[in-house]
């Protein structure tokens, strides 16, 4: 008896593992099955299920913008930030938990703070600045005001606090520096954090719209989101080459999430071996 009560516990969490599953899949699904019909069948009701399967829709869709442009944009954009936003972390994060200075607590606190601030009410005031330092309409106003990270520097700040004193303490009768420390020692055994950082950098950078359809104008420079700006206009949205857009921009970072879900999920790497 205790057997089965414990089969029909599993099969419950398997179909309400899968609703779940269904209810976030839903949204892509329609996008996929918007993109593949005719116009006329966006607006039917009741929406039809199955698709008239115009691949055109693609056709036209990439032809629609300069996406080649637009994905070289944002892949430069975006590790160039995952580059800026690891490297802060580690040093912020090592200097917040293994570093003693008067005031660490304050300003580690004042740094979380930052995460209470709409970004939104600072878009005025930031254009302003961008605006004084001849930084619009270039790669750096897309890449140097996210160069640092509260999430990542808090993640690794908990996690560098988590390794034995030993190991520094051996490192440091060695001859090793904080800065050695930081980067040869702490950084390597954080790996899956910082694999996380980065993954979560990389899918923001990807996805921004806001920031950079404000603080450039130039398409040279701009990223894909705000290429999907382009199927709107005044006589209206063309709801199915801007759906075969979507799916096609976000297949790259679909994919580069699949391939490294794992950091999602997994633990992160124990450090009881590193000590005898």
Same mark, same amino acid.
Not at 109 to 125: A, E, H, N, S, W
């Given at each position: 008896?205790?057997?089965?009560?414990?089969?029909?516990?599993?099969?419950?969490?398997?179909?309400?593992?899968?609703?779940?599953?269904?209810?976030?899949?839903?949204? @892509?699904?329609?996008?996929?099955?918007?993109?593949?019909?005719? *116009?006329?069948?966006?607006? *039917?009701?009741?929406?039809?299920?199955?698709?008239?399967?115009?691949?055109?829709?693609?056709?036209?869709?990439? /032809?629609?913008?300069?996406?080649?442009?637009?994905?070289?944009?944002?892949?430069?954009?975006?590790?160039?930030?995952?580059?800026?936003?690891?490297?802060?972390?580690?040093?912020?994060?090592?200097?917040?938990? *293994?570093?003693?200075?008067?005031?660490?607590?304050?300003?580690?606190?004042?740094?979380?703070?930052?995460?209470?601030?709409?970004?939104?009410?600072?878009?005025?005031?930031?254009?302003?600045?961008? /605006?004084?330092?001849?930084?619009?309409?270039?790669?750096?106003?897309?890449?140097?005001?996210?160069?640092?990270?509260?999430?990542?520097?808090? @993640?690794?700040?908990?996690?560098?606090?988590?390794?034995?004193?030993?190991?520094?303490?051996?490192?440091?009768?060695?001859?090793?520096?904080?800065?050695?420390?930081?980067?040869?020692?702490?950084?390597?055994?954080?790996?899956?954090?910082?694999?996380?950082?980065? @993954?979560?950098?990389?899918?923001?950078?990807?996805?921004?719209?806001?920031?950079?359809?404000?603080?450039?104008?130039?398409?040279?420079? *701009?990223?894909?989101?705000?290429?999907?700006?382009?199927?709107?206009?005044?006589?209206?949205?063309?709801?199915?080459?801007?759906?075969?857009?979507?799916?096609?921009?976000?297949?790259?970072?679909?994919?580069?999430? @699949?391939?490294?879900?794992?950091?999602?999920?997994?633990?992160?790497?124990?450090?009881?071996?590193?000590?005898?």
């Amino acid at each position: 008896m205790k057997r089965r009560r414990i089969r029909r516990g599993q099969v419950v969490l398997v179909i309400i593992a899968m609703v779940v599953g269904l209810a976030f899949l839903a949204p @892509l699904l329609w996008v996929l099955n918007t993109s593949l019909s005719s *116009r006329g069948e966006v607006y *039917r009701f009741p929406p039809a299920f199955w698709p008239d399967w115009q691949w055109s829709n693609y056709a036209a869709a990439w /032809s629609a913008a300069p996406w080649v442009r637009y994905f070289i944009n944002t892949v430069f954009i975006g590790a160039c930030t995952v580059a800026l936003v690891l490297t802060t972390s580690i040093l912020a994060g090592f200097a917040f938990a *293994r570093m003693r200075f008067l005031g660490r607590t304050a300003l580690f606190l004042l740094v979380l703070c930052v995460m209470m601030v709409p970004q939104t009410v600072l878009i005025i005031p930031n254009y302003v600045i961008a /605006s004084r330092l001849h930084l619009l309409d270039t790669y750096w106003i897309q890449i140097l005001p996210f160069g640092a990270s509260v999430f990542g520097i808090f @993640l690794l700040r908990q996690f560098f606090l988590s390794i034995p004193t030993e190991i520094f303490d051996a490192a440091q009768v060695d001859g090793a520096g904080p800065l050695r420390m930081a980067f040869q020692i702490a950084g390597p055994l954080a790996r899956p954090s910082l694999i996380l950082v980065g @993954l979560n950098t990389f899918m923001g950078s990807w996805n921004a719209f806001v920031w950079p359809y404000i603080m450039t104008t130039s398409p040279s420079i *701009r990223p894909i989101e705000v290429g999907l700006n382009a199927f709107y206009g005044v006589n209206g949205t063309d709801w199915t080459t801007l759906s075969a857009a979507v799916v096609f921009t976000t297949i790259p970072i679909v994919v580069l999430f @699949l391939f490294l879900q794992r950091y999602f999920v997994t633990g992160l790497y124990s450090t009881s071996g590193a000590i005898r």
